[in-house]
């Protein structure tokens, strides 16, 4: 199975609102609800913002929300803020019985 | 909460067993996964293990080159290897989830092991 396809980089200004997307296949986005992101900052763990394409855990902000049409998922951040600044992570089940993550997206704040 | 292992110095080709120790919860409710991150790369599942009925899946990429297990008598996962390789440095993290559903919301503070 390959890695999910997520662009290596995005950025915005304070306040704007930008998106990650997450490409796949029908084997894995396209075919299941599990769609999954993650915020990981240096040298600490992942940290999980959207569950099952577009659920919010609690404690995370309503800013985060998912999406997913066809077998491209997207994480979009609104008034984004200095402290979101770290790189993001799709993942997807598959048809295999396992995940596969994308290959990570660094979030710049300008 | 996981709590994982301590940090491993090792040579080429000795083995090694790291672990994840849950508690607070019914260990055997939840798959526990295992995710590699080489040194400045992304993340990489390699594979999870449902203690409850020892379900054991792995990636395509880390199969036969791992092995998951666990031991529900002491809440605990491991991630083992017979034989290491340099390319085996990484940080490694161990993760829960229930079954159906892609909420790993719970994750081990990370095992860092060095192969040199």
Known sequence: ?110 | QLVQSGAEVKKPGDSLKISCKGSGYTFTDYFIGWVRQMPGRGLEWMGIIHPGDSDTRYSPSFQGQVTISADRSITTAYLQWSSLEASDTAMYYCARRARGTSNWALWGQGTLVIVS
Not at chain 1, 93 to 106: I, L
Request: glycine share 12%; hydrophobic share 25%; aromatic share 10%.
């Open chain 1, 1 to 110: 199975q390959s890695a999910l396809t997520q662009p290596a980089s995005v950025s915005g200004s304070p306040g704007q609102s930008i998106t990650i997307s997450c490409s796949g296949t029908s084997s894995d986005v396209g075919g299941y609800k599990y769609v999954s992101w993650y915020q990981q900052h240096p040298g600490k763990a992942p940290k999980l913002m959207i569950y099952d394409v577009s659920n919010r855990p609690s404690g995370v902000s309503n800013r985060f929300s998912g999406s997913k049409s066809g077998n491209t998922a997207s994480l979009t951040i609104s008034g984004l803020q200095s402290e979101d600044e770290a790189d993001y992570y799709c993942s997807s089940y598959t048809s295999s019985r396992t995940s596969v993550f994308g290959g990570g997206t660094k979030l710049t704040v300008l």
